[in-house]
């Protein structure tokens, strides 16, 4: 009797496991503008917020910190600017200043030397006026 609640056992943590790794590989097949370039994944603290890059106005650089600007939330996450800005780059985000990125799908108004967000002024520094293209 021993023998066969064994053997039921493994075979039901077998099952099990198989269906987790079948599980992890439909995850790991899906398309990659799906996983990555429409939600982005933000790290603040211990807790990891998941954004449409949508719903993203601009992200302002605080020394080593990074603020992700939205409609509805600022969230404060250990990055840098450079980082963000080589994996965002092709997906609409660009640097406009030393201290700025902005998402471009919500520039509503353009100047010499500012962006407008939502009527927030966004300075254009000089070294990033050449690669902006809006």
């Not at 030397?113 to 070294?127: A, D, F, S, V």
């Amino acid at each position: 009797y021993s023998l066969a609640l064994v053997i039921s056992t493994l075979f039901y943590f077998y099952r099990r496991q198989s269906t987790a790794s079948d599980t992890l590989k439909e995850i790991s097949n899906e398309s990659p503008t799906t996983l990555n370039h429409n939600i982005l994944q933000i790290k603040e603290g211990n807790k990891v917020h998941f954004i449409n890059k949508q719903d993203i106005l601009y992200i302002k650089g605080l020394r080593e910190y990074v603020m992700w600007i939205t409609e509805t939330n600022k969230i404060v996450s250990l990055d840098t600017l450079k980082s963000i800005e080589l994996k965002y780059d092709s997906i609409g985000f660009k640097r406009v200043h030393k201290s700025y990125i902005v998402n471009t799908s919500h520039i509503s108004a353009r100047s010499a030397n500012h962006l407008t967000i939502q009527g927030e002024e966004i300075p254009i520094g000089r070294t990033y006026k050449d690669k902006l293209i809006t």
